[in-house]
């Protein structure tokens, strides 16, 4: 609301309303204590009647805070950061801040670009989602003081507070549990081979199949770029390859609802001929017909506690690392294999 003259109604103007001081209402438009109690609902009438709205960037450059937290994910593309996305900005609308949201499209000189820039946009935190960066690029926010948090970071990074989950584990878990319906010729569509994440599923993966008795055949392994086209095409390859194949453990859910298309336009029925499974568990793995089978990474939990960790400055004590629990999501995308596999030979 502006005034008649068209111009926004001035700090002066609502404490010459209230019957307060200057001071006094700057105190309330920026929720500082040590304020009567009828004063402040004075001073919030006033504001509101006037339709007062206190300058935000003049505050910034008074207390170097910008009351915004700066969320960078590797790609706006894959439905699993949406749900990252709106628990940093379910925390921050709690706290009365803002969100800026960047897609740094898996490339560290892009993602390092935007670093930089939100630390020249004085942002109160930064959240790296899946960062490829190195410590060196955190620099900028070390110098200025700025809080960082890194999910499920590539590499180590001591500058930040980092969440995340055991990949490995929760791939071995997997493993086990399609073992246990009967399936012996597991094959899998891998992620971007060069991420520490797509390393250690793999491995999950590998050490599952040793603990059953059954050698790894690096030929069972596509890549899927993380992507449902990418991993379209390695499925098809690895079905036609590998005939017997029985199941497909996919590394993320994007590229098994692309293993699943790929089955389905082969002829396979899903899961009677042939199980597929993910990892990530977004919205759609619930929704797709058949639903998928998948690991659930709580990323809406970590979205939110990346938030209170930059709100409460905790995240200020870089080098600590939490890691949070996954677990196995049974749907109908798998079930046991369509005949006994035959006993394996050692």
């Given amino acids: 609301m502006t005034t008649l003259s068209g111009r926004h109604p001035t700090l002066r103007e609502v404490a010459r309303r209230a019957r307060v001081s200057i001071k006094t209402v700057s105190r309330v438009a920026n929720g500082e204590p040590n304020v009567a109690g009828g004063t402040r609902a004075r001073v919030l009438a006033a504001i509101r009647r006037l339709g007062y709205r206190p300058n935000s960037l003049a505050r910034s450059m008074r207390t170097r805070r ?5 969320l960078i994910v590797p790609s706006i593309r894959n439905p699993f950061y949406p749900a990252i996305a709106r628990g940093v900005e379910d925390v ?13 499209d898996r490339e560290p000189g892009k993602e390092q670009h935007y670093i930089a820039l939100l630390v020249d946009k004085r942002v109160d935190g930064i959240i790296l989602g899946s960062p490829v960066v190195g410590p060196r690029a955190l620099a900028p926010a070390r110098s200025a003081g700025i809080p960082v948090v890194a999910m499920n970071p ?17 791939a071995i878990e997997m493993m086990r549990f399609l073992l246990s319906l009967g399936h012996r010729e597991i ?15 793999l491995a999950g993966y590998r050490i599952g199949l040793e603990e059953a008795g059954i050698a790894f055949d690096r030929d069972r392994v596509e890549i899927g770029d993380f992507d449902y086209d990418s991993a379209y095409q390695a499925a098809r390859k690895l079905l036609e390859r590998h005939p017997a194949t029985t199941c497909i453990f996919a590394g993320n859910d994007l590229m098994a609802l692309g293993t699943m298309a790929a089955g389905l336009d082969l ?16 919205d759609l793995a619930a929704v797709v017909r058949p639903s998928l089978t998948t690991v659930h990474q709580p990323n809406y939990e970590m979205g939110r506690l990346a938030a209170e960790l930059i709100l ?7 080098g600590r690392v939490r890691t949070m629990a996954t677990r196995i999501v049974p749907r109908q995308s798998t079930g046991a294999p369509r005949a006994p596999a035959p006993p394996h030979t050692h």
């Fill in 66 to 70: 910008s009351d915004t937290i700066g």
């Fill in 92 to 104: 921050a609308r709690e706290h009365g801040r803002a969100v800026f949201v960047t897609s740094a």
């Fill in 154 to 170: 590539n590499v180590a990074l001591p500058g930040a507070f980092t969440l995340r989950i055991d990949n490995r584990r929760a």
């Fill in 187 to 201: 094959s899998h569509v891998d992620g971007v081979p060069s991420l520490d994440r797509c390393r250690e599923r």
């Fill in 267 to 282: 002829g396979l029925r899903i899961p009677g001929d042939l199980s597929v499974t993910g990892f990530d568990d977004i």
């Fill in 312 to 318: 409460n400055a905790d995240a200020r004590r870089g």
